[in-house]
């Protein structure tokens, strides 16, 4: 037991060391999509955090400048609303201010700054999933989301205040990779494509059923499914249109 231990070479080396943790963006979770104005809970990016050698506290997320943000085409603060980060296990729902950053700038795009003030526990071990949802305003709002526009979202270690439970330190530096992004979503409107088959000039005799006179195909955009009710159809003849039934 201790009490054997007379001086410094009888004893023990006990080195405290303060866990590490990881984060990453599941693309797998969160593929690049095509999403269309109006659309709510659009889920920019699936966020997972790991804490591996203690219990962590994050008490803010993206308070230390541009280390937490939305980038993309066109990207406006003014054109998305309710940023929220959601915990995929529990339904938790945590806010996300947002803005136009100051700092950030690039040729083709523009910047949203994120940050989160409220406080998530993670456990020693067990990963948590959170999904980056926002909702993008319409053609009826004064700010509506431009068509072609782009999202992508970028979190850095950087961005984190965070604690360890047993050791009482900062984990900052200790998160790996330093940073991590999204595959981007783009704004596309709903469409509808109308195709017409070119026909060949028949002969036919009175009489003949099941003539076509006309034909035509119909795709729809990548953004959306479109229901179509009705389609009115105008033909000329030269003859009485008496001669044609069950058309």
Sequence with gaps: GFLLLNNVSDGIVVTLAAGSVTIDMNKTATPSKDVRPDDNDVVIATIEMLSSG??????????????????????DKDEIENVELRDVDTGSVYDITHASSTTLTAPSSTYIVLTLSDTIT???????????????????????IDAADTLQATLKGTAFTITGDDSDTNLQSSI??????????TVKTSSLTWQTTALT????????KDIVIYSAGLETGASSAVTLTSVKISATSTTSATAFDDA
């Design 122 to 144: 993670l456990v020693k071990g067990v990963k948590k999933t959170f999904q980056l949802r926002v909702d993008l305003l319409g053609p009826s709002d004064t700010d509506g």
């Design 54 to 75: 203690e219990n962590a506290t994050i008490t803010a997320i993206g308070t230390g400048g541009d280390t937490f943000y939305l980038s993309g085409t066109g990207a």
């Design 176 to 185: 790996t990779p330093t940073t991590v992004s999204s595959n981007s979503v």
């Design 201 to 208: 000039n028949k002969t036919i005799v009175p009489g003949a």
